[in-house]
């Protein structure tokens, strides 16, 4: 089961499979692409899991291990990269609100958003090597854009799985909260990208526009409403 919530210029999507530790199956795949075509228009986005177990423990494979085919491994492949692929264009800030563990093809999905909020007790690793099988849904070369090539094989290919505060240190996870003020933290982070300008930013540093572009961005910032009045606040404050 997929949520959404629609919270002003927000959309929250949360993964909501308790008895399968959120796992992805085809039926989630379905979901998370209506889910997506709802969120359109929203300013952020934020994906999470329900409970505080696991934000994705990876694909279900109760449900994934009938497929045995290489044609039919590859279908599967190709449809939940393209919704990793959605996540990462979606136009506004994308957050991974890591509310438990991502593991295998959760943490693919968490790196298919632009920013990483972990609780600190949460654990992730790319460790599909484990089932003698490889990052399928771009996460691997996502990952290596993270932390490097040479980090990116090593855990990869290892199947490391990282704490928090390490994952934090080498630049997979950006901010780690106590999990005691998470659910309060992520919110507050996300709310403060529900906005235009933050995503211009996006649009800027992911490289989607040219020097040009980005100053015309700008412009139609300065001169917009919302502009002119945060700057009044800030000059009435000075007087």
Request: net charge negative.
């Amino acid at each position: 089961m997929i949520d959404l919530e629609l919270d002003g210029g927000l959309a929250v999507l949360t993964i909501d499979r308790p008895h399968a530790r959120n796992a992805i199956s085809l039926d989630t795949m379905d979901e998370l692409a209506k889910a997506l075509d709802a969120a359109e228009g929203a300013r952020a986005l934020v994906i999470r899991g329900a409970g505080e177990r696991a934000f994705v423990s990876g694909g279900d494979l109760k449900e994934l291990a009938a497929i045995r085919t290489e044609d039919a491994a590859a279908a599967m492949a190709r449809r939940m990269r393209g919704i990793c692929d959605r996540i990462a264009a979606f136009p506004g800030p994308v957050v991974a609100a890591l509310n438990g563990h991502a593991l295998g093809g959760g943490a693919e999905v968490a790196v298919a958003a632009d920013i990483r909020v972990a609780a600190d007790d949460i654990r992730i690793g790319f460790n599909q090597v484990t089932l003698a099988i490889m990052p399928a849904w771009g996460g691997a070369e996502r990952l290596a854009a993270l932390v490097g090539r040479g980090r990116a094989l090593l855990l990869a290919g290892t199947g490391a799985v990282l704490d928090a505060a390490e994952a934090h240190r080498v630049g997979l996870v950006d901010q780690v909260l106590p999990r005691a003020s998470f659910e309060e933290g992520w919110r507050a982070l996300a709310r403060s990208l529900a906005t235009v300008p933050a995503g211009e930013v996006k649009r800027v540093v992911s490289g989607g526009t040219s020097p040009e572009e980005a100053v015309q961005a700008f412009a139609r910032l300065w001169v917009a409403d919302a502009h002119w009045e945060a700057a009044d606040r800030v000059l009435a404050r000075g007087k």
